[in-house]
């Protein structure tokens, strides 16, 4: 993108696929927050400048708005500006699901997903994006084989040995759990979900272990998912302290809080309410976003 525009300075798709780069690579935890986020909107703000219709700024901002800063709203008008000005485009189409699925939705984002896979079905993103979805929809078996069909793509796709790792826990079957989840070829994921795995198969030490290799090497950008973690292990106290680090950093997994079913060792904690309506996240203030989710034919 960057030689593209050295090439051409005005050409507002460079700047908008720049927008989107930033942004992903902060959510991987490339860069750091503050500064991936502001390098983002700058590139989005920039592509608008030169074309206020390019779909894809109008995408990124959204993205932006939704993981720094935690708003639904500013999300949600995003999205439905950059669906309006291209309603097939995969790229987009997917964030909208993602969007969708956050604020609690079932239906809705398996079918944007589903046409996404069909419209661009050689992109492993798209299956891990379904497979995602599947999950919080509860359709394990759907979502074992879209992870599936990511990996067979990108054999070393980040995250998608992994989330099949997990899918396996809620199936109950923590041996086939662990086997996935040693393949994981991303260590930010794979000591994640060895902290759980092996919590289920009763090998306290080496969960332990992994839990602490995982807070010394990604405690900064990983406060999310150590929280997630701990709560599997029905640790409560340490899980709420570990969503507090999660809000002071802004860390960009706090969007998806509300489906993420590893927390439901807190569901009853009298302490789980409060905290989602502190980030905007309980029931009725995500019934209260109005998101007009489009539909493809």
């Not at 050295?6 to 942004?23: C, F, K, R, S, V």
């Not at 997917?94 to 079932?106: E, K, M, Q, Y």
């Not at 041996?175 to 930010?188: D, H, K, S, V």
């Not at 489906?259 to 905290?275: C, I, V």
Request: net charge negative; hydrophobic share 40%; glycine share 6%.
């Amino acid at each position: 993108y960057r030689e593209a525009l050295a090439i051409d300075p005005e050409y507002a798709t460079a700047w908008a696929g720049l927008a989107g780069t930033y942004a992903f690579q902060t959510g991987a935890h490339l860069l750091p927050f503050e500064e991936g986020y502001r390098l983002a909107s700058e590139a989005a703000e920039r592509a608008l400048s030169i074309n206020e219709e390019n779909a894809e700024a109008h995408a990124y901002l959204g993205y932006v708005a939704l993981h720094e800063r935690g708003d639904l709203a500013t999300a949600a008008r995003r999205y439905e500006r950059a669906a309006e000005l291209e309603p097939t485009n995969p790229e987009i189409l997917r964030l909208i699901a993602r969007l969708a699925r956050n604020l609690g939705r079932v239906d809705e984002p398996v079918r944007i997903m589903e046409y996404v896979v069909s419209r661009d079905p050689v992109n492993p993103a798209n299956h891990a994006g379904l497979g995602s979805i599947y999950w919080r929809a509860g359709r394990l078996d759907e979502s074992i084989a879209s992870f599936q069909s990511a990996l067979d793509l990108s054999p070393g796709h980040a995250g998608s040995q992994y989330a099949i790792g997990v899918v396996w826990l809620m199936k109950g079957d923590p041996e086939a759990a662990l086997e996935a989840i040693r393949r994981e070829p991303a260590e930010w994921y794979r000591l994640t979900g060895l902290v759980m795995a092996c919590h289920a198969l009763g090998r306290d030490e080496d969960s332990d272990e992994a839990l602490a290799e995982l807070i010394d090497k990604y405690a900064q950008g990983w406060a999310y998912q150590i929280a997630y973690a701990l709560a599997y292990r029905g640790e409560v106290d340490r899980a709420f302290e570990w969503l507090q680090r999660a809000v002071e950093i802004n860390d960009p997994g706090l969007a998806e809080i509300p489906t993420q079913n590893l927390f439901e060792s807190l569901y009853d904690d009298p302490r789980w309410l409060p905290f989602l309506e502190s980030i905007g996240r309980s029931p009725e203030q995500l019934a209260a976003i109005e998101f007009e989710v489009p539909l493809p034919e």
